[in-house]
């Protein structure tokens, strides 16, 4: 079982619905990490939360640590925010755990 | 742009060789990462260097060693290369050590590495 869960593997959208990408995690964290992933492969961190919520434009995570679980919303989506999302937890010892990834698309 | 820099850009190599990637991190950032990125097994964490010291191991090949100098830029050193190591290979830094926004990370643009 990996450390670090996320769904749905794939996720197709209409321009402008919003959009929810779920991590859950099995490993006690000190903070927990949305990356972003484009085609041409450069990786940009979101987010990096150890509670609460956080929001910038058009991107809200939020945390439940009691649940061991992150989510991710994109509102009014666009077809530029079609990539690869990434949920990443980081331990106090340093160690990242990586969850597989969610492809999105955003269809015009 | 980041400020995170890697070079080379891509590397083809053969089976049993050995190369060097190499990674500037952003003005000020004391921290230096590690990962590869291949199709079947995802992002993984390799190592974490702090000012010069190992800090941090994850799934790191024997094969493999890194090592952050005094000016703070590290390299990764992949060894007896086998066709499996072919990989996208990511540094990234961060300011420091600890929880947020310490160890909030910038990640450089990522070494293909080909292993013919």
């Known amino acids: 079982k990996n450390e670090v869960e996320q769904s749905p593997q794939n996720l197709t959208a209409q321009e402008g619905e919003f959009i929810t990408i779920n991590c859950s995690y099995s490993?006690?964290?000190?903070?927990l990490h949305w990356l972003q992933q484009h085609p041409g492969g450069g990786i940009v961190s979101l987010f990096m939360?150890?509670?609460g919520k956080k929001k910038h434009g058009r991107l809200i995570a939020t945390i439940n640590i009691q649940e061991k679980h992150s989510s991710l919303h994109i509102t009014a989506s666009h077809p530029r925010d079609s990539a690869v999302y990434i949920c990443?937890?980081?331990?106090?010892?340093?160690?990242?755990?990586f969850g597989t990834g969610t492809s999105l698309t955003v269809i015009p | 742009d980041s400020g995170v820099t890697q070079t080379p850009k891509h590397l083809i190599t053969a089976t049993g060789q050995r190369v060097t990637l190499r990674c500037s991190p952003r003005s000020g950032d004391l921290s230096v990462y590690w990962y590869q990125q291949s199709l079947d097994q995802g992002l993984q964490f390799l190592i974490q260097y702090y000012n010069g010291e190992e800090r941090a191991k994850g799934n790191i090949l024997e094969r493999f060693s890194a090592q952050q100098f005094p000016d703070l830029h590290s390299e990764l050193n992949l060894s007896s290369l086998e066709l499996g190591d072919s990989a996208l290979y990511f540094c990234?830094?961060?300011?420091?050590?600890?929880?947020?926004?310490?160890?909030?990370?910038?990640f450089g643009p990522g070494t293909r590495l080909t292993v013919l």
């Open positions: 939360l150890s509670s």
């Open positions: 990234a830094s961060s300011v420091g050590l600890g929880g947020p926004p310490y160890n909030e990370q910038f």
């Open positions: 490993v006690g964290i000190s903070a």
């Open positions: 990443a937890a980081s331990n106090t010892g340093n160690q990242f755990y």
